[in-house]
């Protein structure tokens, strides 16, 4: 017997078009598409078109890198770089991320070096960089966490009197964990400042959306919660940016959270280890590069006159020295202590812990003695 349950679902009512400013061919849309939001400046359009070159050009290096075995892992970002580029560029140097596995390119986008982004999918650290430098907690691996982490900040700034404003990036699938039901639902009874970004790239590893949810869209479910919600052209940077701007200022005037969905596709593999053929079609991919997020404003901003030459040229050469440095970082062999590992476990070893640390030290005393002789 089957323990397949489910049967075919007959869709009773089509999800909207996406919110955008910009469409796929480069031009600016009528009122009826832009949901009441505006157009950012193209000073502000060319910075992000700027940080989105450098973006894809860091990532298409590191999954090189990872393919010559250079790194244990890495969940590319490409087609994805206008939600997450502009998640970023709303938040004040005061906010917090709270980024997933997945966020490489707003980690860069807001500062971190390569080498340091790098040290955990090279297996030398958890996390490379310093969290309060930067803002940025550590990326999470486990779906949903944190976004309850999130909200916690958000709420102790709340209570603290504080403007501090915390953004959590989260995927489709990590919607369907438990701990994004609560993270929402915490945040809108606590009115907490938060913004809750989804990245819906159509696909949790294998599963298509439509086999976690039947809702139209996953922003419906703001209203559940008693949020906004936004459904967003995750393509189009411009409205990204818009949308994200708005429920940031939303959240820090005291106004509580805002659910935003960024519909866009995962280009590549969900990591190096994946094989996607064996789950979607090649030309539904074809269809989504023929949306791509830079080439899409790249247009825009050359029909406007606001992208020139030299611009480009200037944000290639940009683009290139961070590809080379993240080259020459991966070629500086890691220095590894073992006993790091029992460094930030507690605040006060046990002595399980402390004779555990000491077996090892022993052991390594004596391979060193070994390798000597």
């Not at 220095?335 to 004779?355: G, I, K, T």
Request: with cysteine.
């Amino acid at each position: 017997m089957s323990l397949n349950v489910e049967s075919t679902r007959i869709p009773t009512v089509l999800a909207p078009p996406p919110l955008r400013l910009i469409d796929d061919a480069g031009h600016a849309v009528d009122d009826s598409q832009t949901g009441g939001f505006e157009l950012p400046s193209h000073e502000t359009l060319l910075s992000l078109y700027r940080q989105m070159v450098i973006a894809r050009r860091f990532d298409v290096q590191v999954t090189a890198l990872t393919r010559q075995g250079r790194l244990a892992t890495y969940p590319s970002a490409l087609g994805q770089e206008a939600c997450e580029i502009a998640a970023v560029a709303c938040l004040d140097g005061g906010d917090w991320l709270f980024p997933t596995y997945r966020d490489s390119i707003a980690l860069l986008t807001r500062g971190v070096k390569p080498e340091n982004i790098l040290a955990s999918f090279r297996g030398d650290w958890h996390s490379g960089y310093d969290y309060h430098e930067h803002r940025i907690a550590p990326q999470a691996t486990p779906l949903a966490t944190q976004a309850l982490h999130a909200v916690g900040l958000a709420t102790a700034a709340k209570l603290k009197r504080d403007s501090t404003v915390a953004l959590t990036l989260l995927g489709d699938g990590a919607t369907s964990e438990g701990d994004a039901h609560e993270a929402f639902n915490f945040a809108a009874v606590w009115q907490a400042p938060v913004v809750f970004l989804v990245q819906n790239n159509q696909f949790a590893i294998s599963v298509p959306l439509d086999k976690q949810m039947a809702c139209r869209t996953i922003a419906d479910k703001a209203i559940g919660y008693g949020m906004p919600g936004y459904f967003v052209d995750g393509n189009d940077v411009a409205a990204m940016f818009a949308v994200t701007s708005a429920a940031v200022d939303h959240a820090r005037s005291g106004k509580g959270p805002t659910l935003i969905e960024g519909l866009t596709y995962r280009i590549e593999a969900h990591t190096n280890s994946d094989d996607p053929s064996r789950y979607r079609n090649a030309a539904d991919v074809d269809v989504w590069r023929g949306r791509d997020p830079i080439e899409r404003l790249e247009k825009f901003l050359v029909s406007e006159g606001a992208l020139s030459e030299a611009d480009r040229a200037s944000i290639t050469e940009e683009a290139e020295d961070v590809a080379a440095a993240t080259r020459a970082c991966m070629t500086v062999k890691a220095v590894v202590d073992p006993l790091e590992l029992f460094d930030h476990v507690y605040a006060n070893p046990r002595p399980a812990l402390a004779e555990q640390r000491a077996a090892l030290a022993e052991e390594l005393a004596d391979d060193e003695m070994s390798a000597e002789r």
